[in-house]
């Protein structure tokens, strides 16, 4: 996201991802287990396996970078399922808790010398 304008091409991006993501539930009867609560453990797993792989300061990027992508692009998808699911605006989404993060965590500014 650049700024807080939302570009019509990653809301495209991602709700393309999200109807292929549906017709693969779809195609594999899968759609009466993506509840909201199944959803988010999938997501929270997905995530353990991310973290695993750092487990002990390993470096994963460094040795297992595929491992790595493929553990986030696991998240993401579980995130985009969720948000399709439970009908979240995820870049609408995004762009209100980073304008309340901005106000709840204002940058600090230098003071002059």
């Known amino acids: 996201m650049r700024g807080h304008i939302v570009h019509r091409e990653e809301s495209d991006e991602i709700e393309r991802l999200q109807?292929?993501?549906?017709?693969?539930?779809?195609?594999?009867?899968?759609e009466k287990y993506h509840t909201p609560r199944n959803l988010s453990a999938l997501i929270a797993s997905e995530a353990g396996e991310l973290l695993a792989l750092f487990r002990?300061?390993?470096?994963?990027?460094?040795?297992?970078?595929?491992?790595?992508?493929?553990?986030?692009?696991?998240v993401?998808?579980?995130i985009l399922r969720f948000a399709d699911v439970a009908a979240i605006d995820l870049v609408s989404a995004a762009e209100e808790k980073l304008r309340l993060n901005a106000e709840?965590?204002?940058a600090r500014k230098e003071s002059p010398p």
């Open 19 to 30: 109807a292929m993501l549906r017709d693969f539930a779809r195609a594999r009867d899968w």
């Open 56 to 74: 002990w300061d390993q470096d994963a990027l460094g040795t297992r970078l595929r491992d790595v992508r493929h553990e986030v692009a696991d």
């Open 76 to 78: 993401f998808l579980g």
């Open 104 to 106: 709840k965590y204002p």
